[in-house]
Nanobody, 124 residues
Framework: VQLQASGGGLVQPGGSLRLSCAAS????????VAWFRQAPGKEREFTAA???????FYADSVKGRFTISRDNAKNTVYLQMNSLKPEDTAVYYC???????????????????WGQGTQVTVSS
């Protein structure tokens, strides 16, 4: 599957953004899809994931502020980001894979397909 991430931009602290991850392929509904982010000088880190059964998983740093969802009719996964903080500044990547074991859902090595990334900057 090919992925296209979009929706990044510059937002003030406390603001909101919605990222989109659009996928090609008719079997996208069966994929686990995740968002990772990478800040300058830091390693890529897990942010959120959604399974085919729509169960969701979040990093502790974004829990309660970010919401991941999917619209299978549109082959798209969204990441709604609220109450943004400067430390959320990063390039955000979406990733997908057909089968991801639960214990490895936050591991970037679990995902076979990656989008190109979209920049999110939180600054006043």
């Amino acid at each position: 599957v090919q992925l296209q991430a979009s929706g990044g931009g510059l937002v003030q602290p406390g603001g909101s953004l919605r990222l989109s991850c659009a996928a090609s392929g008719s079997t996208f509904s069966s994929y686990t899809v995740a968002w990772f982010r990478q800040a300058p000088g830091k390693e890529r880190e897990f942010t959120a994931a959604i399974r085919r059964d729509r169960n969701t998983f979040y990093a502790d740093s974004v829990k309660g502020r970010f919401t991941i969802s999917r619209d299978n009719a549109k082959n798209t996964v969204y990441l709604q980001m609220n109450s943004l903080k400067p430390e959320d500044t990063a390039v955000y990547y979406c990733a997908a894979s057909r089968s991801v074991i639960l214990s490895a859902i936050s591991s970037f090595s679990s995902y076979a397909s990656w989008g190109q990334g979209t920049q999110v900057t939180v600054s006043s």
